[in-house]
């Protein structure tokens, strides 16, 4: 799995800005204003995620590939490989898990959470229509 995989994954989600704020390499991408993927252009074998505490380290005890995020809090979000042998399936599903947990738990004001997410559900609906 590319890099450029996870960005265009990460910039086809609803209301998903791209950002640079710390050098040239490090891409961090938002929703709402709050990061939920973070993943460099250097090194380009791993993406950062937001993580449910409890699901966090039940992945981690679960898959060699997820581990705690460096430079991060290593209850809230992990580091995942993009070289082991993770189905890419299962990447997407842990981006979009971030995604969404940060959509449900950190996007404010409400009547913004309310419009992404009336955004995400047309998203899935047209998605679901093309197959």
Known sequence: MSIEDIRNYCIGLPY????????DTTIVYKVGGKWFAVTDLETHDKVVVKCDPDIAIELRDRHEEVTPAWHFNKRHWNAISLCGDLAESFIYEQIRNSYMLVINKNVTPRALRMEILAAVKEHDSQANSEF
């Open 16 to 23: 998903v800005t791209e950002t640079m704020p710390f050098d």
